[in-house]
Each structure stands twice: as C-alpha cells, then as structure tokens.
C-alpha cells in the first residue's frame, strides 16, 4: 500500500528557506507516523533528521506535528490518518534541522522548578520514605510525563510569551508539590508565583489535548494556583 508524506525540511547551515517534500512510499498497515519517516531516511533521503528512541511511547523523543495536531508518532497509526500526511516539527521551538527542534530551553524551565523531592529530615535508615496509598494518589497522572513538549508546543500562552515555564514544567513541579513528603514549595514559590509562571496559563486546554499520555497540565496548574493561595492565607 502506498501512503504519501509532505514532511517539513529545512537546514540552517544551507541558508535554504524552510520548504516541504513529498514522498510516496509503501508501507504496512501496521506502521505508525515514525516507521513511515524511518522508511524515508533509511532508503529515500537519508538527510532527513528527527528525534526517535524507545518506538513505544517512553521516551518522548519522537513527538512532532501530524496534520496540524502534536503527536507521539510513535504512536500515531497510518491507517489513522487520511489523505496525505504532513509532518512538521513541534510549534514554537526553535528547529536545528527538519523535524528537530531545540529543547534546551525546554529543560530549562523544568530546572528551574526544580523537579526532585526536597525533604530536610534525614531518610529512614532501613527503608524507603513511606507514603499512604491515598496520599499516593494525589500525584497520579503528573509522573507519567514523558517530557516530550507536545504540551508546551500546543500552549497559546508559551506563543505569546516564551519566557512561561508551560504546561510540562509546571506539571513536574506539581509532581513534587503535591507529594506528601516533600518540603520543597519555598525553595519553588519564587518561580511559580511569578509572571512566568502558574498566573500566565490561560486555562485553554490545548495542554490537554495535546498530551500524548492522556495527562491534564491543566488541572495540576489550577491545584498549584489553589497551594499558593493557602499558603499565603
């Protein structure tokens, strides 16, 4: 079966304008977006550059644009997907070279809110820091984050203002506030009680839709808003 791809090019080193190529390949039906570029680059155009790893949905590597929507195309189906496929790098990052984008700035961002457990008592010497399965919980679909960008890309706000932390960072540092052991939300309030950060998200959503893992950057915003108020109450 053949499928036909419009994938975004572009080299900086060439002073070439960022255009598009098509390609027709064959393909199986069992392909994803990924297994489709790696045809490309393996027996077509081995120029062609873009980030993959795992091919299962870990590592957050492969994450681009598929017909205007941000995927994990190592996930997204070929048989999925209609009509020609155009592939382009996430929104907004600054691209090094076709499909690859520049993600420095990025993690970044995920520094700066410090994304560890910060606890002053000394841990237990023969075990680990227990924690109950309901405070467990609370940080249920904050962890599963791949840092893939999809999120950030998506973020009206971020487009606006690239200085924002975004979705992703601001999810990971939920992670850690909302963990019942951690003690670190004074070393962080700085940065997320900023004009960057918790107040710049604009609740739209497209966080949400975006996310690859079905995880809501929204709602661990609206819960890091709600741990400021209380703790300045």
Aim: with cysteine; hydrophobic share 35%; charged share 30%.
């Amino acid at each position: 079966m053949e499928r036909t791809l419009r994938v975004f090019r572009f080299n900086p080193e060439t002073g070439q304008e960022p255009h598009y190529d098509t390609f027709t390949i064959e393909v199986e039906d069992s392909w994803t977006v990924l297994d489709a570029l790696n045809e490309i680059k393996w027996h077509h155009d081995g120029s062609l550059s873009y980030r993959r790893s795992c091919r299962h949905g870990i590592c957050g590597s492969c994450a681009m644009m598929v017909n205007g929507k941000n995927e994990a195309t190592c996930e997204k189906p070929l048989s999925a997907l209609k009509g020609t496929i155009t592939v382009e790098p996430l929104k907004s990052f600054p691209v090094i070279k076709d499909l690859m984008v520049d993600q420095e700035d990025f993690f970044e961002k995920l520094r700066l809110v410090k994304p560890w457990l910060i606890n002053h008592k000394a841990p237990p010497t023969d075990k680990e820091r227990l924690q109950s399965p309901e405070d467990r919980k609370i940080i249920d679909g904050t962890w599963e984050c791949i840092l893939c960008g999809a999120c950030t890309s998506s973020c009206p706000a971020f487009w606006d203002n690239q200085g924002f932390l975004g979705p992703a960072a601001l999810l990971k540092a939920f992670r850690y506030v909302g963990d019942t052991r951690d003690e670190g939300l004074d070393e962080r309030v700085g940065i997320l009680d900023s004009k960057i950060g918790v107040w710049r998200c604009h609740t739209i959503f497209n966080c949400v839709e975006a996310c690859p893992k079905s995880l809501n950057p929204t709602a661990a915003i609206v819960k890091l808003r709600r741990r400021l108020i209380q703790e300045k109450l």
